[in-house]
């Protein structure tokens, strides 16, 4: 039974109980479990792949991010009651064994998530803000493959959709307000870098 997520600890919990039997776990399985309205929860594992330490440095990897990121955001953007992502990435699967070592380095950062943020001005979490969160989301996703060639701005990227990610799953619209920020002083980082 799907469970509205409210929290970081939550989704990881959630994550944990699929496939106990499995040696490997389909991304397609995840998603289900977690719920296909669940934007704020892929915004998260994007971002945190991203910052992952050499892993959203390795070239290619921000593109297909993006790709997926794009993918996801988009729906929200007109307003698709559950989210639809091709077959290619839905049949991918992961290691059981190593997915649940992640997801327990993943728990104590998570703990001090769920303290910190909380459900405030959720207003900017509806209407325009959400479709301005969309937008966002989007122009990150479109500069992240020239991010492959600037160094460090992918982090940048992976920083902001954690932190809509976060934003959305623990209802914080002032987390929301931080996430806009860093998406435009990302972007202006970028355009600076080009000119």
């Given at each position: 039974m799907k469970q509205n997520i409210t929290s970081v600890e939550q989704l990881i919990d959630c994550i944990e109980k699929v496939g106990p039997d499995k040696e490997r776990v389909s991304i397609h399985a995840i998603i289900d479990a977690v719920g296909q309205k669940s934007l704020g929860p892929l915004l998260l594992i994007a971002g945190l792949i991203t910052l992952a330490p050499l892993v959203g440095d390795i070239p290619g990897v921000p593109t297909v991010l993006g790709i997926f990121v794009?993918?996801?955001?988009?729906q929200l953007l007109i307003f698709r009651e559950e989210l639809w992502l091709p077959k290619w990435i839905l049949n991918r699967t992961l290691p059981r064994r190593k997915l649940h070592r992640a997801l327990g380095w993943i728990r104590r950062p998570a703990h001090f998530f769920d303290r910190f943020f909380r459900p405030r001005f959720t207003f900017i979490?509806?209407?325009?803000?959400?479709?301005l969160i969309a937008m966002s989301c989007i122009i990150v996703a479109l500069v992240m493959p020239i991010m492959e060639?600037?160094?460090f701005s992918a982090n940048a990227a992976g920083i902001a959709l954690s932190a809509f990610g976060l934003a959305l799953i623990n209802r914080d619209g002032f987390?929301?307000?931080?996430?806009?920020?860093i998406t435009g002083t990302t972007i202006?980082?970028?355009i600076y870098y080009l000119l």
């Open positions: 794009l993918i996801t955001a988009g979490l509806q209407g325009f803000g959400l479709y060639f600037i160094p987390l929301a307000s931080l996430a806009l920020l202006g980082m970028i």
